[in-house]
């Protein structure tokens, strides 16, 4: 079965200084990858996704995200964090093989706090 | 282009009542998705649809129906409101599943009390 784990909860980093924000999912195939964002109030954003190619996968927003198989782990990370990147973001993940096709599954989310 | 239109936006309830929640999408989009966002739960699908006329059941599917008898609505129905079905739900909707990207609407706000 499908499933996404977000370790974090809740983050809060300093405007200008680094984020990772971490994602390991369990699938039994080639996963297709997601990461949106949730401004309070709000619909989800796509930042970015990944499904094949290039491990290392570049988003909206300065975003970007690195597929690691052997980890299982799709970290999204951004080098300098704005104050406008407070929401909320969510890990996903879907597939294409063992009827799990149309099933988008997302983690519980990790809320990001910017101090200024 | 109005995109994952949902309606309404808010509503609060008496336990025991149904309602019907409407989603629709103007990107001709096959795949179509309810979900309910609870503090700490993240999304949890409910119900999916892969095509017009069709619909499958998600992870959190009880107490509710869903119809998709065209292809730009999805349909979602509580027919007798509990306080547990008390949530934020959100329609989505792709070209393609899982590739293609999920839009998704502002959301509905039920109560039910």
């Known amino acids: 079965a499908q499933s996404v784990t977000q370790p974090d909860i809740h983050i809060t980093v300093s405007e200008g200084a680094s984020l990772e924000l971490r994602c390991n999912y369990s699938?039994?195939?080639?996963?297709?990858l997601f990461w949106y964002v949730q401004s309070p109030g709000q619909g989800l954003q796509l930042l970015l996704k990944y499904f094949s190619g290039d491990t290392l996968v570049q988003g909206i927003k300065g975003f970007e995200a690195e597929f690691k198989r052997s980890q299982s782990s799709f970290n999204l990370r951004k080098p300098s964090v704005h104050w406008s990147d407070a929401a909320e973001y969510f890990c996903a993940v879907g597939g294409r093989y063992g009827g799990s096709q149309g099933n988008l599954i997302f983690g519980k989310g990790t809320k990001l706090s910017v101090k200024p | 282009n109005a995109g994952v239109t949902q309606t309404p936006k808010f509503r609060v309830l008496k336990t025991g009542q149904s309602m019907t929640l409407l989603c629709a999408q103007d990107m001709n989009h096959e795949y179509m998705y309810w979900y309910r966002q609870d503090p700490g739960m993240g999304l949890r699908l409910i119900h999916y649809?892969?095509?017009?006329?069709?619909?499958a059941k998600g992870e959190v599917p009880d107490g509710y129906n869903v119809s998709r008898l065209k292809k730009q609505n999805f349909l979602l129905g509580l027919e007798s409101a509990a306080p547990s079905q008390t949530s934020v739900y959100f329609c989505?909707?792709?070209?393609?599943?899982?590739?293609?990207?999920?839009?998704f609407g502002q959301g509905t706000r039920l109560t039910v009390v």
């Open positions: 649809s892969v095509g017009e006329g069709t619909t």
């Open positions: 699938y039994g195939a080639t996963p297709y």
């Open positions: 989505a909707s792709s070209y393609d599943s899982p590739a293609g990207e999920a839009f």
